[in-house]
């Protein structure tokens, strides 16, 4: 099942690799070309570090700015997991770092736990796991909560909430950006 701490992980994978930054809200927004294949825009929120001491955030600074923005490994490892990026970048909003990676895909299972079983589309979550928004119907149940979507919307949204950004004891990485680019 899909929690918000594997979409934390996913994400890092994704975007960060490193386990110690940490963001306010992911959105997903599937846009399907048929049944299976399609791409995806995943959207970060206020970036941060909670690194304990310089070198974590150093570390975390590299995997950020050079490793996930710029490699060329990141890209391939995507594309193992048939992820095909399409762009990734970071930019400045309302004085918050955010980031989004686009990607498309040939079969829907390989977008974090998207399943399609005629005639749905669905996600499913913890119980926990705090949804913001979504086109979908989120179905609750003791055990998970799904998101789910008839097969006639080509267009498969959701976002959720991830960690409470202003924990004093998270670092800003919007202040090292024009550094790094």
């Not at 909003?93 to 990607?103: A, E, I, Q, R, Y």
């Not at 005629?118 to 928004?133: G, K, Q, R």
Request: aromatic share 10%; net charge negative.
């Amino acid at each position: 099942m899909l929690n918000i701490k594997k979409i934390i992980i996913l994400f890092s994978m994704l975007f960060f690799l490193q386990g110690c930054l940490v963001f306010k809200s992911v959105s997903y927004e599937v846009n399907l070309t048929d049944t299976k294949s399609g791409a995806v825009s995943v959207d970060i929120k206020d970036i941060r570090s909670d690194a304990m001491d310089s070198s974590g955030l150093e570390q975390d600074k590299k995997q950020l700015f050079q490793d996930m923005l710029k490699s060329d490994e990141f890209v391939n490892q995507m594309k193992e997991e048939g992820k095909n990026i399409l762009s990734r970048n970071l930019y400045v909003s309302d004085g918050k770092l955010n980031g989004t990676v686009k990607f498309s895909f040939n079969d829907i299972t390989n977008v974090e736990n998207f399943e399609y079983e005629d005639p749905f589309y669905f996600v499913t979550l913890e119980p926990m796991d705090s949804i913001i928004s979504t086109n979908g119907e989120v179905v609750i149940s003791e055990n998970h909560r799904r998101i789910m979507w008839d097969k006639s919307i080509k267009t498969l949204k959701f976002e959720m909430s991830s960690t409470d950004t202003e924990d004093s004891n998270l670092v800003e990485l919007v202040q090292y950006f024009d550094q790094e680019k």
